[in-house]
Nanobody
Framework: QVQLVESGGGLVQAGGSLRLSCAAS????????MGWYRQAPGNKRELVAA???????NYADSVKGRFTISRDNAKNTVYLQMNSLKPEDAAVYYC?????????????????WGEGTLVTVSS
């Protein structure tokens, strides 16, 4: 199947920066949209940013101008550069990918999630 492994989370002071990475591996034929979601305690999981294979991006209003999503199609990797972090950005950040897999000649489209990486922002 497909595995998504996130890295780059941690503790940062307000105003600081972090860069998250998510690498996809497995029986991958192609990946269309990749994205980052976050979930803070007591809140629903929400979209932070998404990027298509062609590079079109979409951001939550709360992060526009501060976060930048990018991807390396050759490495099946998506990144999230987070600048000017605020305490309200603290959450578990999850990577998401829409993947076409191929196994034994069979193609199948599915949505996959990483296990999450914790971002803590101190005020």
């Amino acid at each position: 199947q497909v595995q998504l492994v996130e890295s780059g989370g941690g503790l940062v002071q307000a105003g600081g920066s972090l860069r998250l990475s998510c690498a996809a591996s497995g029986s991958i034929f192609s990946i269309s949209t990749m994205g980052w979601y976050r979930q803070a305690p007591g809140n629903k999981r929400e979209l932070v940013a998404a990027i298509t294979r062609g590079g079109s991006t979409n951001y939550a209003d709360s992060v526009k101008g501060r976060f930048t999503i990018s991807r390396d199609n050759a490495k099946n990797t998506v990144y999230l550069q987070m600048n000017s972090l605020k305490p309200e950005d603290a959450a578990v950040y999850y990577c998401n990918a829409e993947v076409m897999t191929v196994l034994g000649g069979q193609f199948k489209r599915g949505e996959y999630w990483g296990e999450g990486t914790l971002v803590t922002v101190s005020s």
